[in-house]
């Protein structure tokens, strides 16, 4: 029965597909399939408008190969379930804004916290599903029995003292969860089928070349070169694409390259010229880190360390939106990691640089904790933990890892780590100056027998190291045995905060084009903490969405490409 339900829908999606081809002047064109994309073309189909949705690839995007995690609060029904009800949306605000900066205004980002609540449940009503299970230990990405937990700074100092911690990090629930997996592709295909459910249109393998403008300049259409799901090799084509994200989502780079090059082959070979007119543009088509020449551009340590995202966030939608004069910021702005947890006891160490001195406070985010070190030590550091500590971290791996962190958690405490009787043996082993390291032990140590703060502001995990023999675990920015440190990029295109519109280097709104995702600037282009870049998907999306349908109705008023 099951079977012949899979049939029925595989059938019913590919005639879907296929009539999107006859659709050849939609109110809305838009470029990604992500969670932006989707978004976007869901909330302005709500308001009225016709949608056509273009990707490059099968739909997905990195958004269908990550973690599956929104950042979100203000008292949504999982926290309450777990307690934390009276998380506001001004205490969420207030803890955001020291991660957000600048990035936007401080009404945008008002508006994004009072609509979290909201945003939960809109991705319900489209059939994801969330939990309010709270993660007891300190996690970068929950067990699977755990839906929410604490995903960023929100226990850490400055933080925490202008603001009630919360957890905010909603990972999505899978039909069939099982290990620390990722729950990416199930929010996202909920998502995407109720978007095919309300009549939105959808162009897979459809690789946008150019923005077409009207004669007043504003964005009427787009060119296209698309490959017909009637090709001979598009099901081959679909089969390597998506296979491809789901190695580069592992940091299997070298792998992921070739099926993309099979790919494009195939693809190059078979996709035709087309053109669209519309009303207005939304583009969601993903970030530029695996453009080589943009990442070592504004990101130069980048080719030290793995890329987070697929092919397709080759920077081709910022190029998009350049070519009609767009304006750009934040594309220095990255986040790169090496988790120190879980096990949680692995926070219990300290983070040494070269010359041996305290990086930070360990109990701050992982990504946090990563650019303190690229930004102050050349992105080289190591965490030391004593013989009482090890042994609480292989205690804990049972419990608080599943597959397959729990196997290079266990690459770690059996190979990937560096052990001395003493700590001067330890140092020498490391090459790290042992006797500024033997001050800073003493230091850490003194201030936790003392009952006095940290040295650096650390709050949670204190735990003196001093029972030999003594360990190490390399956590610089670079490839180190099974570890990888995946690096994203967070800026984008500059758009006008209440609306999503794309402005011109000049600050003016460029008209009928807009940006959402990774491809603008957006909540999560300052810094990044676990869940801000799907949450800002949905809310710059929708956003854009909104405003775009709105469009329509100028466009027909004698406007002609």
């Given at each position: 029965?099951?079977?012949?339900?899979?049939?029925?829908?595989?059938?019913?999606?590919?005639?879907?597909?296929?009539?999107?081809?006859?659709?050849?002047?939609?109110?809305?064109?838009v470029?990604?399939?992500?969670?932006?994309?989707?978004?976007?073309?869901?909330?302005?189909?709500?308001?009225?408008?016709?949608?056509?949705?273009?990707?490059?690839?099968?739909g997905?995007?990195?958004s269908a190969?990550?973690g599956?995690?929104v950042?979100?609060?203000?008292?949504?029904?999982?926290?309450?379930?777990?307690?934390?009800?009276?998380?506001?949306?001004?205490?969420?605000?207030?803890?955001?804004?020291?991660?957000?900066?600048?990035?936007?205004?401080?009404?945008?980002?008002?508006?994004?916290?009072?609509?979290?609540?909201?945003m939960?449940?809109?991705?319900?009503?489209?059939?994801?599903?969330?939990?309010?299970?709270?993660?007891?230990?300190?996690?970068?990405?929950?067990?699977?029995?755990?839906?929410?937990?604490?995903?960023?700074?929100?226990?850490?100092?400055?933080?925490?003292?202008?603001?009630?911690?919360?957890?905010?990090?909603?990972?999505a629930?899978?039909a069939?969860?099982?290990?620390?997996?990722?729950?990416?592709?199930?929010?996202?295909?909920?998502?995407?089928?109720?978007?095919?459910?309300?009549?939105?249109?959808?162009?897979?393998?459809?690789?946008?070349?150019?923005?077409?403008?009207?004669?007043?300049?504003?964005?009427?259409?787009?060119?296209?070169?698309?490959?017909?799901?009637?090709?001979?090799?598009?099901?081959?084509?679909?089969?390597?694409?998506?296979?491809?994200?789901?190695?580069?989502?592992?940091?299997?780079?070298?792998?992921?390259?070739?099926?993309?090059?099979?790919?494009?082959?195939?693809?190059?070979?078979?996709?035709?010229?087309?053109?669209?007119?519309?009303?207005?543009?939304?583009?969601?088509?993903?970030?530029?880190?695996?453009?080589?020449?943009?990442?070592?551009?504004?990101?130069?340590?980048?080719?030290?360390?793995?890329?987070?995202?697929?092919?397709?966030?080759?920077?081709?939608?910022?190029?998009?939106?350049?070519?009609?004069?767009?304006?750009?910021?934040?594309?220095?702005?990255?986040?790169?990691?090496?988790?120190?947890?879980?096990?949680?006891?692995?926070?219990?160490?300290?983070?040494?640089?070269?010359?041996?001195?305290?990086?930070?406070?360990?109990?701050?985010?992982?990504?946090?904790?990563?650019?303190?070190?690229?930004?102050?030590?050349?992105?080289y550091?190591?965490?030391?933990?004593?013989?009482?500590?090890?042994?609480?971290?292989?205690?804990q791996?049972?419990?608080?890892?599943?597959?397959?962190?729990?196997?290079?958690?266990?690459?770690?405490?059996?190979w990937?780590?560096?052990?001395?009787?003493?700590?001067?043996?330890?140092?020498?082993?490391?090459?790290?100056d042992?006797?500024?390291?033997?001050t800073?032990?003493?230091?850490?140590n003194?201030?936790?027998?003392?009952?006095?703060?940290?040295?650096?502001?650390?709050?949670?995990?204190?735990?003196?190291?001093?029972?030999?023999?003594?360990?190490?675990?390399?956590?610089?920015?670079?490839r180190?045995?099974?570890?990888?440190?995946?690096?994203?990029?967070?800026?984008?295109v500059?758009?006008?905060?209440?609306?999503?519109?794309?402005?011109?280097?000049?600050?003016?709104?460029?008209?009928?084009?807009?940006a959402?995702?990774?491809?603008?600037?957006?909540?999560?282009?300052?810094?990044?903490?676990?869940?801000?870049?799907?949450?800002?998907?949905?809310?710059?999306?929708?956003?854009?969405?909104?405003?775009?349908?709105?469009?329509?109705?100028?466009?027909?008023?004698?406007?002609?490409?």
């Amino acid at each position: 029965m099951r079977s012949s339900c899979l049939v029925h829908w595989a059938s019913s999606l590919k005639t879907i597909i296929e009539a999107s081809f006859m659709c050849t002047k939609p109110d809305v064109i838009v470029v990604g399939a992500g969670l932006a994309g989707m978004s976007a073309a869901i909330a302005a189909a709500a308001q009225g408008a016709s949608v056509v949705v273009i990707d490059r690839g099968h739909g997905g995007g990195t958004s269908a190969v990550s973690g599956g995690v929104v950042y979100a609060g203000g008292g949504t029904r999982q926290q309450a379930i777990a307690g934390y009800g009276d998380d506001s949306p001004e205490n969420m605000c207030r803890y955001l804004a020291l991660e957000v900066g600048s990035a936007v205004s401080d009404a945008t980002l008002s508006t994004f916290c009072r609509e979290s609540v909201h945003m939960i449940e809109w991705l319900e009503s489209l059939g994801a599903k969330f939990e309010g299970t709270l993660c007891p230990f300190r996690t970068s990405f929950p067990t699977s029995q755990y839906s929410l937990y604490f995903s960023g700074n929100e226990k850490a100092r400055p933080f925490s003292d202008v603001a009630r911690p919360a957890p905010r990090g909603h990972r999505a629930v899978a039909a069939h969860q099982s290990g620390m997996s990722m729950t990416g592709r199930d929010l996202w295909q909920a998502v995407f089928e109720s978007a095919l459910h309300i009549g939105i249109k959808f162009h897979a393998a459809s690789w946008v070349q150019e923005l077409r403008l009207d004669t007043r300049g504003a964005v009427g259409g787009i060119r296209f070169r698309v490959m017909s799901p009637d090709a001979p090799l598009f099901r081959v084509h679909k089969a390597l694409t998506r296979n491809a994200a789901e190695l580069h989502a592992m940091s299997m780079q070298p792998v992921a390259a070739v099926l993309d090059r099979i790919a494009n082959f195939i693809w190059d070979r078979q996709a035709k010229d087309e053109e669209m007119h519309s009303g207005a543009v939304i583009l969601a088509a993903g970030s530029y880190i695996r453009d080589k020449g943009l990442s070592r551009q504004y990101i130069p340590w980048s080719y030290r360390v793995a890329t987070l995202g697929t092919a397709g966030d080759d920077g081709g939608g910022i190029r998009l939106a350049q070519s009609v004069g767009a304006a750009v910021d934040f594309l220095n702005h990255s986040s790169v990691s090496r988790m120190l947890y879980p096990p949680e006891s692995l926070s219990e160490g300290i983070v040494v640089s070269p010359n041996g001195q305290r990086v930070a406070a360990e109990d701050l985010y992982g990504a946090t904790m990563s650019r303190v070190l690229i930004e102050q030590h050349e992105g080289y550091g190591f965490l030391i933990l004593d013989s009482d500590q090890w042994k609480r971290i292989k205690n804990q791996i049972a419990t608080q890892t599943e597959t397959p962190w729990r196997y290079l958690i266990q690459f770690i405490v059996y190979w990937g780590h560096k052990k001395g009787a003493t700590i001067e043996r330890l140092a020498e082993k490391i090459g790290v100056d042992a006797q500024v390291m033997r001050t800073t032990i003493i230091a850490y140590n003194n201030a936790i027998i003392g009952r006095v703060p940290d040295p650096v502001g650390k709050i949670a995990y204190r735990s003196a190291i001093e029972t030999g023999p003594f360990y190490s675990i390399d956590i610089s920015l670079r490839r180190s045995g099974l570890m990888v440190s995946p690096a994203m990029g967070l800026g984008g295109v500059r758009t006008e905060s209440s609306t999503g519109e794309v402005l011109d280097v000049a600050g003016a709104k460029i008209p009928r084009l807009y940006a959402a995702g990774k491809n603008a600037v957006g909540i999560s282009s300052n810094k990044y903490i676990s869940g801000l870049a799907l949450a800002d998907c949905v809310f710059s999306g929708r956003r854009a969405g909104e405003h775009a349908s709105t469009a329509i109705y100028s466009s027909e008023s004698g406007s002609s490409l």
